[in-house]
């Protein structure tokens, strides 16, 4: 069963427009929730992390919103770029324990 | 080199072969991970190193058997695998502290089991 669950599981967006990507999770005793991007050829590599206590962070282009009485958090990317198109990972973590979700592989265009 | 590094990049081996993975850290860390990552599903992580001892152990198969000589450097020794175990290996560090341990992963070892 999965502990974490995203979607959608592919998205295709024009460029300049908006990316968004949702999860959903059970277990509460995670106390981060990163999301990571990767490209093909590459590992992961965190992209913005955000702490339950807090509802939104933005860094750049790339934001985050948690709904803590939900059990969703979403990703935003503003102004997409081609550039930006790579499979994304929604994560729960504590300490050394990282659940990850499936992830939504994202391509936008030209 | 910086960051994490694995060798060997691809690799296609046997049912009957053994063969290792190698992973290296230049960050300073002082926690390692193995991970196994197929199409379309989550990544898996398969075992943790803390301070060079074993932390988890996922319930993985023991034709997988990792080995963690020092702090910088993590190796997974591969034998008698099956095809379903052809997959994405990712190895990851981060430092180990008690709030959010960011993980580095390395670009990944392609295995392919024939």
């Known amino acids: 069963q999965q502990q974490v669950k995203q979607s959608p599981q592919s998205l295709i967006v024009q460029k300049g427009g908006i990316s968004i990507i949702n999860c959903a999770y059970e277990n509460t005793a995670f106390d981060y929730f990163p999301w990571y991007q990767q490209f093909p050829g590459k590992g992961p590599a965190l992209l913005i992390a955000?702490?339950?206590?807090?509802s939104e962070k933005k860094e750049g282009r790339f934001t985050i919103s948690f709904n803590k009485s939900a059990k969703q958090f979403s990703l935003h990317i503003m102004d997409s770029q081609p550039g930006d198109s790579a499979t994304y990972f929604c994560a729960l973590a504590h300490g050394q324990n990282f659940v990850f979700g499936p992830g939504t592989r994202l391509s936008v265009l030209p | 080199e910086t960051g994490v590094t694995q060798t060997p990049r691809h690799l296609v081996m046997g049912m009957t072969n053994k063969k290792s993975l190698k992973c290296e850290q230049h960050l300073g860390h002082n926690a390692m991970y193995w991970y196994k990552q197929s199409a379309k599903k989550p990544l898996e992580l398969m075992f943790v190193y803390s301070l060079e001892e074993r932390v988890e152990n996922n319930s993985v198969p023991s034709r997988f058997s990792p080995e963690c000589p020092n702090s910088s450097h993590l190796f997974l020794h591969l034998h008698t695998l099956q095809p379903e175990d052809s997959a994405l290996y990712l190895c990851?560090?981060?430092?180990?502290?008690?709030?959010?341990?960011?993980?580095?992963f390395g670009p990944g070892t392609r295995l392919t089991v024939l």
């Open positions: 990851a560090s981060s430092v180990s502290s008690g709030g959010f341990n960011e993980q580095f």
């Open positions: 955000i702490r339950p206590d807090v």
